[in-house]
């Protein structure tokens, strides 16, 4: 059976730093990625990264302040995010998929973790 669990999330103040952690079992991925959802919005794009490691990708919003990577000998990938804002407060899901490229829409990814808060107080 394939899971995808994140851990990681919790409340921080702004200026911060979290490091979130998606752990995948049942099979290994292509592509895993984070996507985040705020209240009243629609689940968006933040980063996602290839097999290798070697393909990556960023939302304008979080470039120069998060970093993706993963582990794939324990299969698990990793958020860390510096500098947060008030604005980066959401539900952030890790998304795996067998897409070669790291993708930035929703379809690419077959796979969803259950979502950990983050919450930014200013």
């Known amino acids: 059976q394939v899971q995808l669990v994140e851990s990681g999330g919790g409340s921080v103040q702004a200026g911060g730093s979290l490091r979130l952690s998606c752990a995948a079992s049942?099979?290994?991925?292509?592509?895993m990625g984070w996507f985040r959802q705020a209240p009243g919005k629609a689940r968006e794009f933040v980063t996602a990264?290839?097999?290798?490691?070697?393909?990556?990708r960023y939302a304008d919003s979080v470039k120069g302040r998060f970093s993706i990577s993963r582990e794939n000998a324990k299969n698990t990938m990793y958020l860390q995010m510096n500098s947060l804002k008030p604005e980066d407060t959401a539900v952030y899901y890790c998304?795996?998929?067998?897409?070669?490229?790291?993708?930035?829409?929703?379809?690419?990814?077959?796979?969803w973790g259950q979502g950990t808060q983050v919450t930014v107080s200013s």
């Open positions: 998304a795996a998929g067998n897409g070669m490229r790291p993708g930035a829409y929703k379809y690419e990814y077959d796979f």
């Open positions: 990264i290839s097999w290798s490691g070697g393909g990556i």
């Open positions: 049942g099979r290994t991925f292509n592509a």
